[in-house]
C-alpha cells in the first residue's frame, strides 16, 4: 500500500475476498448483488462487507475479518470503518467500482482521499504458492480427462452443442466443483470465432473440432484449447496445426532457458513477439494475447500479449499460452497449455497433459 501512496486499500472482486478472507461466495465467484464480499484493508486491518445473507456464513469462513454489515447505505458504512481506522487515503481499482459508488464514498468520507489503483489484487494473486499450483494441476487433469473420456463421440453428424455438453458432463463427474467458464465446442470455419459459442451444427470429415475449456477444484481453474482434426487433414491445415505448435513452442522454449538459467523470466511482450516470430511465414496469426495467468479467476496477471508490461514476468506463477491461427469461414487452430514457472526453483512445467500433437478423430 506504500508504495500506491494510500493507507487503505477496497477490493471487489469475490476472488480477492477468497483469497485474502478466506470465504467463497459460490463455485464461480460470480459477483453477487449488492456489497457483499468487498474488502477493505489496511496495513493492520481487514474487513469484509456482508449483508444479511452471509453473516453467518462469514463468521464460519472469514474468522479473522472484521465484518461490517451494511444495511442499505455501503458508502456511509466505508466511511465510518475509514475514519476508525484513521485512514486518510482510499485506494480504489477505478474499472471495477461503480461511479455511483465512488461519488458515494467521498461524499461520506470527505476528509479521505480516493486514489485509483489499478489491479492490485491480481497483481499480488499473480505470484503462486505451491498449494495453488498443485490445485491448478488438480483442475488441469480432471480437463485432460474429460476430453480423452468423449474422444469416441467426436464424429460426422453430431453437434458442437451435443459435444459441449458431453465435456461438461464429463467435467462435472471427473470431479470439477464447477466449470471455469462455459465449454466451447467449435465446428469447421466456426473455429475461427476465437470466442466463438457451440451450436447446432453438425461436424463434417476433413474439418476440425476446436473445444476451449476448464475445470475448477478447490476454487482454482484450469484453461486449455485442443484442434481436434475431424478425419484426414489436408496437407494445408496439417501446415497451419503445425504453424500454431512451432508458435507455441518457441515461447516455451524461451522461458525453459531463462528458468534453467535462474531467471530472470522474459516479459509477457517478449514471449508474443517469440511466438510471432516463429509463426512468420504462416496466414491469418491469432490477433488476441498469447496468454494470460490464471488462478482462482480464468483471467488474471500476468499478460502475455503485444500490449504487455516490459517487465520481466513474475515467478512462481501460472498462465496459459495459447497461440491460434483463423481463416475466417474455413478453419481456426488453437493450442493452448498452461505453464507453471519457478526460477528459484529452476523448474518449468506445463500443467495441461493432453497431447498437443495433431491427433485425428471420427
Given amino acids: 500500500m506504500v508504495r500506491e501512496g494510500v493507507d487503505a486499500l477496497m477490493l471487489t472482486s469475490h476472488a480477492d475476498a477468497r483469497y485474502f478472507a478466506g470465504i467463497c461466495f459460490g463455485p464461480n465467484e460470480e459477483p453477487t448483488s449488492g456489497s457483499s464480499g468487498w474488502l477493505l484493508l489496511t496495513a493492520d486491518a481487514l474487513a469484509l462487507l456482508v449483508d444479511s445473507r452471509y453473516i453467518i456464513q462469514a463468521q464460519r469462513e472469514a474468522p479473522d475479518a472484521e465484518r461490517i454489515d451494511?444495511?442499505?447505505?455501503?458508502?456511509a458504512a466505508i466511511a465510518t470503518w475509514l475514519h476508525s481506522h484513521g485512514a486518510r487515503q482510499l485506494g480504489l481499482d477505478a474499472?471495477?467500482?461503480?461511479?455511483?459508488?465512488w461519488e458515494r464514498i467521498a461524499e461520506a468520507a470527505p476528509g479521505v482521499e480516493l486514489r485509483s489503483v489499478r489491479g492490485w489484487g491480481t497483481a499480488v494473486r499473480a505470484v503462486k504458492e505451491a498449494s495453488e499450483i498443485e490445485r491448478i494441476a488438480a483442475a488441469c487433469a480432471v480437463a485432460d480427462r474429460a476430453l480423452a473420456g468423449i474422444l469416441d463421440q467426436i464424429r460426422p453428424g453430431?453437434?458442437?452443442?451435443?459435444?459441449?455438453?458431453?465435456?461438461?458432463?464429463?467435467?462435472r463427474e471427473g470431479?470439477?466443483?464447477?466449470?471455469?467458464?462455459?465449454?466451447?465446442a467449435l465446428a469447421g470455419g466456426n473455429a475461427a470465432l476465437p470466442h466463438?459459442?457451440?451450436?447446432?451444427?453438425?461436424?463434417?470429415?476433413?474439418?476440425v473440432i476446436l473445444f476451449d475449456f476448464g475445470a475448477q477444484v478447490a476454487g482454482y481453474r484450469s484453461d486449455m484449447t485442443r484442434t481436434l482434426f475431424v478425419g484426414e487433414p489436408s496437407a494445408e491445415h496439417a501446415a497451419l496445426y503445425a504453424a500454431v505448435h512451432r508458435g507455441q513452442a518457441a515461447t516455451i522454449d524461451l522461458l525453459r532457458l531463462a528458468v534453467e538459467q535462474g531467471g530472470p523470466l522474459p516479459s509477457g511482450r517478449a514471449c508474443d513477439v517469440a511466438t510471432r516470430a516463429a509463426m512468420a511465414e504462416a496466414p491469418c496469426v491469432y490477433d488476441h494475447g498469447l496468454g494470460h495467468g490464471i488462478g482462482l479467476q480464468t483471467h488474471e496477471s500476468p499478460s502475455l500479449s503485444r500490449g504487455a508490461s516490459d517487465d520481466a514476468l513474475p515467478s512462481p506463477t501460472v498462465f496459459s499460452v495459447e497461440p491460434g491461427i483463423y481463416v475466417?469461414?474455413?478453419?481456426?487452430?488453437?493450442?493452448e497449455d498452461l505453464v507453471a514457472v519457478n526460477t528459484a526453483g529452476k523448474s518449468l512445467t506445463i500443467l495441461t497433459q493432453f497431447p498437443a500433437e495433431p491427433l485425428i478423430v471420427g
Fill in 328 to 335: 475466417q469461414d474455413e478453419i481456426g487452430i488453437r493450442i
Fill in 196 to 207: 466463438g459459442n457451440p451450436g447446432t451444427r453438425e461436424l463434417r470429415a476433413g474439418e
Fill in 95 to 101: 474499472q471495477q467500482v461503480r461511479h455511483a459508488v
Fill in 175 to 184: 470431479g470439477a466443483e464447477a466449470l471455469a467458464f462455459d465449454v466451447a
Fill in 158 to 171: 453430431v453437434t458442437e452443442s451435443a459435444l459441449a455438453w458431453s465435456l461438461e458432463r464429463a467435467m
Fill in 70 to 75: 451494511y444495511g442499505s447505505d455501503a458508502g
